[in-house]
T-cell receptor, first 110, second 115 residues
Framework: GQSLEQPSEVTAVEGAIVQINCTYQ??????LSWYQQHDGGAPTFLSY????GLEETGRFSSFLSRSDSYGYLLLQELQMKDSASYFC???????????FGIGTKLQVIP | DSGVTQTPKHLITATGQRVTLRCSPR?????VYWYQQSLDQGLQFLIQ???????AKGNILERFSAQQFPDLHSELNLSSLELGDSALYFC??????????????FGPGTRLLVL
């Protein structure tokens, strides 16, 4: 089966940089996705890594190391609105089954 | 707005009852996914359909069933409801079913409360 591990909570200061790690175990790995979810809202797609390396999209970057079964989401220049839960998700299997981690609750403080 | 719609937004019912949740995917998307999210929990994958056919099954209880219709909308049926079924139920859609990057677009969710 699939399993993912990520920290349950992270606190960071406005304007700072925070890294949310994700380790996974799966077979038939295709890629690692990241989603953001504000309280009471729906998850929204942030990024996807299929190959090793860093993908940058504005203030957010995502990294993948397939050999280490590890990835992270990097958020720079933190803003109060970045307070949310961040989920890593593994795409795997012939029919692109997506398995989500438990989520990391990020609190940005002034 | 993701383009995925879900109805109803809220649902309150009693134990033992049966409810149906409805999802309309983004225009052109063939895959529909259902997820359950309990309080302070992650997203539990329930089931995936692609163009009307079941493609993957997660931790879906036998009391739950789903289908995808020819017009690609999907319904999730929950029966013999228990208190523990109270949760947010999300539907998501995507264009592809296999291979490369597959972004999922989530609907606003249906909040189910079983009393």
């Amino acid at each position: 089966g699939q399993s993912l591990e990520q920290p349950s909570e992270v606190t960071a200061v406005e304007g700072a940089i925070v890294q949310i790690n994700c380790t996974y175990q799966t077979s038939g790995f295709y890629g690692l996705s990241w989603y953001q979810q504000h309280d009471g809202g729906a998850p929204t797609f942030l990024s996807y890594n299929a190959l090793d390396g860093l993908e940058e999209t504005g203030r957010f970057s995502s990294f993948l190391s397939r050999s280490d079964s590890y990835g992270y989401l990097l958020l720079q220049e933190l803003q109060m609105k970045d307070s949310a839960s961040y989920f890593c998700a593994v795409n795997s299997g012939g029919y692109q089954k997506v398995t989500f981690g438990i989520g990391t609750k990020l609190q940005v403080i002034p | 707005d993701s383009g995925v719609t879900q109805t109803p937004k809220h649902l309150i019912t009693a134990t033992g009852q049966r409810v149906t949740l409805r999802c309309s995917p983004r225009s052109g998307d063939l895959s529909v996914y259902w997820y359950q999210q309990s309080l302070d929990q992650g997203l539990q994958f329930l089931i995936q359909y692609y163009n009307g056919e079941e493609r993957a099954k997660g931790n879906i209880l036998e009391r739950f069933s789903a289908q995808q219709f020819p017009d690609l909308h999907s319904e999730l049926n929950l029966s013999s409801l228990e208190l523990g079924d109270s949760a947010l139920y999300f539907c998501a859609s995507s264009a592809r079913t296999s291979g490369m990057e597959e972004t999922q677009y989530f609907g606003p969710g249906t909040r189910l409360l079983v009393l």
